[in-house]
């Protein structure tokens, strides 16, 4: 089987994981590690690119993959941090009980 294939199958997989919990899930920090595991799923995918594709060898989808990883790291770290302030305010991270946020 062709490595690209396998990136491109493991890359699916993971982000119908992802999509998966960010969909089914209440609470705030699974839809967080959803969209951390949908991010993944794309760089998994770019990286396969980068390695096995018709032109492999070139920079630029690596260093889309760095800015994703900090685009991750940033999203990650706002989202607990609003987490932690819903869970402060509200004494729970449901996110159909944050509802009552709205202004």
Known sequence: MNPLTLCIGL???????GLAAA??????????????LML?????NLVGFWRYGPHAGSVEPLLFVLFAIAV???EAA????????????????????????KG
Not at 11 to 17: D, E, T, Y
Not at 23 to 36: D, T, W
Not at 40 to 44: K, P, R, S
Request: with cysteine; proline share 0%; glycine share 6%.
């Open 23 to 36: 969909l089914s899930r209440s609470g705030a920090i699974f839809v967080l590690l959803g969209v951390e």
């Open 78 to 101: 706002v989202g607990l941090a609003l987490v932690i302030a819903v869970h402060r305010r509200l004494k729970t991270v449901k996110l159909s009980e944050a509802n009552q946020l």
């Open 11 to 17: 890359s699916a997989v993971l982000f119908c994981i």
């Open 40 to 44: 993944n799923a794309a760089n998994v």
């Open 72 to 74: 991750a790291a940033a």
